[in-house]
């Protein structure tokens, strides 16, 4: 991948970002990328867990003391998410 970069671009990765959303907005439209990016500014609510002993269950599957548990852990901003929505907790944003 690196190669590859490095034989299309040669210059700043603000000069690369430039053509890349121009590229963007020929191919898609001029407000794809900003939809993009404030598609992603909120957190995403997850299905299943993705470690530890419930480990691909189903959130709405997890038992409440696991998801109370959690919620007073360091979590990442989409599993905190996810686990408040399931603990019914209203997120201040």
């Known amino acids: 991948m690196r190669l590859v970069v490095e034989r299309l671009f040669t210059g700043d990765f603000e000069t690369l970002?430039?053509?890349i959303h121009?590229?963007?907005n020929d191919?898609?439209?001029t407000f794809a990328i900003d939809k993009m990016v404030?598609?992603?500014k909120n957190p995403v609510r997850l299905?299943?867990?993705p470690f530890g002993k419930h480990k691909g269950m189903k959130f709405d599957e997890i038992?409440?003391?696991t998801l109370q548990w959690l919620s007073?852990?360091?979590l990442d901003e989409d599993m905190d998410y996810t686990v408040k929505h399931h603990l019914g907790i209203t997120l201040q944003t």
């Open 17 to 19: 970002f430039g053509r």
């Open 22 to 24: 121009a590229k963007a």
């Open 27 to 29: 191919e898609f439209g």
């Open 38 to 40: 404030e598609a992603t």
């Open 47 to 49: 299905v299943r867990m």
């Open 63 to 65: 038992p409440t003391d």
């Open 72 to 74: 007073e852990t360091d």
